[in-house]
């Protein structure tokens, strides 16, 4: 019976070491997978980090241009009011300028009414000088 006991002592160890090798071996490949998992979800992790890095640089790029455009937009708009405040100085002095030209223009109408008058006064006073001498 001695002998019986040693073997299944033999057999139940055999057991053991083959039970806590398959344990070992799962356990091995469940490590080797949860490393591999790991490295994928780093690799994603990164790879989505870097997108929102790029995101966020595009996004700061955009909204500098868009201040440098805005300021611009404001300068222009500056500068279409000085450009309309000119523009109106302009019309009221061509107004002006019209009002003047129209009185110079009046004013001379008269002086050669009176011019013609004149003229005319004159070469009657001729005609009838011319007649009072013969």
Partial sequence: MGN???KMDEAL???IVIILA???????FGTLSS???AIRQKAARDKEMAARL?????TSKYVQE???LEEKAKAKENETDELKVALEAAKKALLQDQLVNMSLKEELEKVTKLK???EEDLRQALVNGKKLKK
């Fill in 54 to 58: 790029a995101l966020e640089e595009r």
């Fill in 4 to 6: 019986l006991i040693k």
């Fill in 22 to 28: 398959v344990f070992s071996a799962v356990f091995f």
């Fill in 116 to 118: 013609e008058t004149l």
């Fill in 66 to 68: 868009k201040s440098a």
């Fill in 35 to 37: 490393c591999n998992s």
């Fill in 13 to 15: 160890k055999n057991r």
